[in-house]
């Protein structure tokens, strides 16, 4: 499976941004798809989770409420929805895939950076 991270870049406090990660290969064998993060001198932390048949979700506390993560799987493509961003939501993001027998595969990440 090869992930694709698309849509980081630099946006205001309060701002807004879509993340794009488009999967390629064994896409039928992903069991579920996640967004991580990791600041500068912080370890990877989970954002956000989805599973591939019913779209359950998950959240880190911090992001509820201002994030929102969707998958169309036509496309093989996940999404995150960043709205009212905070500059401690800088990070360099990476979309993660779970597939059946439990390897995970990582994207490359793309940077985001809340700033005034």
């Known amino acids: 499976v090869q992930l694709v991270e698309s849509g980081g870049g630099l946006v205001q406090p309060g701002g807004s941004l879509r993340l794009s990660c488009a999967a390629s290969?064994?896409?039928?064998?992903?069991?579920?798809m996640g967004w991580y993060r990791q600041a500068p001198g912080k370890q990877r932390e989970l954002v956000a989770h989805i599973t591939s048949v019913l779209g359950d979700t998950l959240y880190e506390d911090s992001v509820k409420g201002r994030f929102t993560i969707s998958r169309d799987n036509a496309k093989n493509t996940m999404y995150l929805q960043m709205n009212s961003l905070k500059p401690e939501d800088t990070a360099v993001y990476y979309c993660?895939?779970?597939?059946?027998?439990?390897?995970?595969?990582w994207g490359q990440g793309t940077q985001v950076t809340v700033s005034s």
């Open positions: 290969g064994s896409t039928l064998s992903i069991n579920a």
């Open positions: 993660s895939a779970v597939l059946i027998g439990g390897d995970t595969y």
